[in-house]
T-cell receptor
């Protein structure tokens, strides 16, 4: 596989569930990102990782917990979510944390919280 | 005022038309400007990238940045049905890592 792969593609979870989203990049990039895309809203940056270290947390509620075990993998652990957290969660990667090099997005995980 | 404003559309044009997509912004410190294309059920893909002011052309696509007016545009010539997608403008400052996105404009090109 090449590019940025996200699993699962779709996820339905109850508010008391715990689930995890997975992202894997096969591009040799050093920076990885989580974005949230809600209907009728701009893409919102959630977290930035550079060489496995979190460099940015954009005031994200603690019910979202990221994990970056290595430069190729990124997880987003979810617990006690709210219905308003339903959205498309996009993972992206780039060579360096700045965006003057091309960033590649995965296809996203469509999350529905019921 | 939102940092980046983009008309969500939808915008419907016939095949072969010239399409103009626009964004305005309020932060004069933005230096990097990008256009992403997002097909339905896919992640965004980088289409055009411009640093500071000026024009950039790539095939049927032209990106323009007017920093004095805080206005960026994407022109699509000879539009094709395959251009039907949502187009997102994005920008960031010199030092920033976070891209600030517009809401996206949905374009439909009919054959």
């Amino acid at each position: 596989e090449t590019g940025v792969t996200q699993t699962p593609r779709h996820l339905v979870m109850g508010m008391t569930n715990k689930k995890s989203l997975k992202c894997e990049q096969h591009l040799g990039h050093n920076a990885m990102y989580w974005y949230k895309q809600s209907a009728k809203k701009p893409l919102e940056l959630m977290f930035v990782y550079n060489f496995k270290e979190q460099t940015e947390n954009n005031s994200v509620p603690s019910r979202f917990s990221p994990e970056c075990p290595n430069s190729s993998h990124l997880f987003l652990h979810l617990h006690t979510l709210q219905p308003e957290d339903s959205a498309l969660y996009l993972c992206a990667s780039s060579q360096e944390p700045g965006w003057d090099t091309e960033a590649f997005f995965g296809q996203g995980t469509r999350l529905t919280v019921v | 005022q939102k940092e980046v404003e983009q008309d969500p559309g939808p915008l419907s044009v016939p095949e072969g038309a010239i399409v103009s997509l626009n964004c305005t912004y309020s932060n004069s410190a933005f230096q990097y400007f990008m256009w992403y294309r997002q097909y339905s059920r896919k992640g965004p893909e980088l289409l055009m990238y411009t640093y500071s002011s000026g024009n950039k052309e790539d095939g049927r696509f032209t990106a323009q940045v007017d920093k004095s007016s805080k206005y960026i545009s994407l022109f699509i010539r000879d539009s094709q049905p395959s251009d039907s997608a949502t187009y997102l403008c994005a920008m960031r400052t010199q030092a920033g890592t976070a891209l600030i996105f517009g809401k996206g404009t949905t374009l439909s090109v009919s054959s």
